[in-house]
């Protein structure tokens, strides 16, 4: 099993573009996150999905989007991307739904914004 | 919503001595309380996790305590070694689907 795989694992972007961060798992876990990781702020969480077609909103979700269409898989778009959306993004999924069990992380994500 | 504190952001402790970090909940709803430790440049990994119909959990030098009506919980790491040294977050989640973190602390042991 590869686990949770996110692409691309760096990105540069320049204000106002946009991109789609990939994230993909093959446990079939139905539970899947985004979080964003930035110094002195933990891991806030963004827009999570606890089955394909549910999606819901976290800490700190405007300017992202996301879709579960698969099991599988779980994108984080940026519409128009802003320096304050630099950061380390990492996607999670868990076997239990409710986010009472252990996420496994993806390798993360380093996006910067200029 | 959930609010999860935690302290200290960094600790520094010499090798062999004990290391205590600390987490502060608000939601009296949230049960499950998970600690994560991500070394340099790597994902965030489980260490140990507990739930709130247990008030402590041990794993070799590892453990948990959890205070339901105080609303607060601690990691214990007993004879810290050096690859002791990441940053350690706490989380607590209810039933809602949020996994809320700490804002983690920076552990040093020195040799």
């Known amino acids: 099993n590869a686990g949770v795989t996110q692409t691309p694992k760096f990105q540069v972007l320049k204000t106002g573009q946009s991109m789609t961060l990939q994230c993909a798992q093959d446990?079939?876990?139905?539970?899947m996150s985004w979080y964003r990781q930035d110094p002195g702020m933990g891991l806030r969480l963004i827009h999570y999905?606890?089955?394909?077609?549910?999606?819901d909103q976290g800490e700190v979700p405007n300017g992202y989007n996301v879709s579960r269409s698969t099991t599988e898989d779980f994108p984080l778009r940026l519409l128009s991307a802003a320096p304050s959306q630099t950061s380390v993004y990492f996607c999670?999924?868990?076997?239990?739904?409710?986010?009472?069990?252990?996420?496994?992380f993806g390798e993360g994500s380093r996006l910067t914004v200029l | 919503g959930e609010n999860v504190e935690q302290h200290p952001s960094t600790l520094s402790v010499q090798e062999g001595d004990s290391a205590v970090i600390k987490c502060t909940y608000s939601?009296?709803?949230?049960?499950?309380f998970p600690w994560y430790k991500q070394e340099l440049g790597k994902r965030p990994q489980l260490i140990i996790d507990?739930?709130?119909?247990?008030g402590e959990k041990k794993d070799q030098r590892i453990a948990v305590t959890l205070n339901k009506t105080a609303k607060h919980f601690s990691l214990h790491i007993t004879e810290t070694q050096p690859e002791d040294s990441a940053v350690y977050f706490c989380?607590?989640?209810?039933?809602?689907?949020?996994?809320?973190f700490g804002q983690g602390t920076t552990l040093q042991v020195k040799p």
């Open positions: 446990m079939n876990h139905e539970y």
């Open positions: 999905s606890v089955g394909a077609g549910i999606t």
């Open positions: 999670a999924s868990s076997a239990r739904t409710g986010a009472t069990g252990e996420l496994f």
């Open positions: 939601d009296s709803a949230s049960n499950y």
């Open positions: 507990i739930r709130s119909n247990v």
């Open positions: 989380a607590g989640s209810g039933n809602t689907g949020k996994l809320i």
